[in-house]
Nanobody, 123 residues
Framework: QVHLVESGGGLVQVGGSLRLSCVAS????????MGWFRQAPGKERENVAS????????YIANSVKGRFTISRDNAKNTVYLQMNSLKPEDTAVYYC????????????????WGQGTQVTVSS
């Protein structure tokens, strides 16, 4: 398993930006796909973005398309989520997750999870 630690969350006003970071320990980071998920109170967990092991393929949920981007730096064992034009509905706990596969698949492929970081967008 991969140990994951997220950072970068916080309180931001509508229209603002945040960049989340997730640092992974272990030797497998560069060989697996990574994802960002979020969960708001009373709502189901949502996969907002994923990236393949080389970073050449990405998935962005329709709810954040055009506003969020995912990237990774395998030399730093880090995956990022750049969030722009934030809306109140983006308020949630954001989780980083490591897949068991190299390429982007379903949510069930993600077997390692971080503790999460809170993002709150105030209007």
């Amino acid at each position: 398993q991969v140990h994951l630690v997220e950072s970068g969350g916080g309180l931001v006003q509508v229209g603002g930006s945040l960049r989340l970071s997730c640092v992974a320990s272990g030797e497998t980071f560069s060989s697996v796909a990574m994802g960002w998920f979020r969960q708001a109170p009373g709502k189901e967990r949502e996969n907002v973005a994923s990236i393949s092991w080389t970073g050449t393929s990405t998935y962005i949920a329709n709810s954040v398309k055009g506003r969020f981007t995912i990237s990774r730096d395998n030399a730093k064992n880090t995956v990022y989520l750049q969030m722009n034009s934030l809306k109140p509905e983006d308020t949630a706990v954001y989780y980083c997750a490591a897949s068991d596969r190299r390429y982007i698949g379903g949510a069930g492929d993600f077997g390692s999870w971080g503790q999460g970081t809170q993002v709150t967008v105030s209007s």
